[in-house]
């Protein structure tokens, strides 16, 4: 039996009890150790579930597969992953793979930040279509999930943002050169996002459009949910450039239109109430 064993979002304790049994009794444990991160190191996680984790990085999963799969049809294998099983598509490849090598399998779900963003106040049935905010690099500033976004704001949905994490990823002259050497692990902050959707809409106006989504539009930082020092901040997309909310993972929301009970839950989370109350009408 193959299982996908979701983790939750915080520490080694945020696992299932349905899902530590599964651990305890799987003769290999993969961590998935690429789409997203735990507050705790894979020691922590060796030590609470009394098994020895093999990590398993963006190449294993998606080039050698196999050896994961293999013997999993006579004895059992655990996959665990941050958050929920079905949060990355990779993870649907590897249960094609296993269907197709008459390997039998079984999910285990548990709570992922698409379903967690909930503490911030919004309601999750007000979310539209989730976007993912990239890395620019000097020659790469994509602005496809601006358009996205915007979408969104016109139909009057929220947006989760999922922001970058860059983990083992190689330059590209060690790239071009074969050489596994690898760049040391980054991951987007709201700060950073809130700059880059910041530079969209200047260039936007620079083309003669005026953007749905402005300096103004309410926006909510998170980072960290789900773990005891998880933070939230709301205010307007210039405010989220410049708050602090510490180490990874962070996300953004953009807001749409806003029910009053939205507003008030975002009050508690307010940067400058002030000036939060006096655009946030704007939304309601």
Known sequence: MLYLVGLGLGDAKDITVKGLEAV???????????????????EALEEYYGKELILADRET????ADS???EADVCDVAFLVVGDPFGAT?????VLRAVKL?????????ASIMNAVGCCG?????FGETVSVVFWTDTWKP???FDKIEKNKQNGMHTLCLLDIKVKEQSLENLIKGRKIYEPPRYMSVNQAAEQLLAIIQNRRLQGEEPEITENTICVGLARV???DQKIASGTLYQMSTVELGGPLHSLIVTGTMHPLELEMLKLFSVDNPRFEKNAFQST
Request: some cysteine; hydrophobic content about 35%.
């Open 24 to 42: 305890k009794r799987c003769r290999r444990v993969y961590l998935e150790a690429y789409t997203s991160v735990l507050t705790v190191g894979k």
């Open 61 to 64: 999963v998606e080039q050698e």
């Open 68 to 70: 994961i799969l293999k």
């Open 90 to 94: 990779t993870h649907s490849d590897l």
């Open 102 to 110: 008459g390997i039998p399998y079984t999910v285990i779900h548990n």
């Open 122 to 126: 919004l309601q999750l049935y007000n």
């Open 143 to 145: 602005e496809s999930f």
């Open 226 to 228: 789900g773990a005891p």
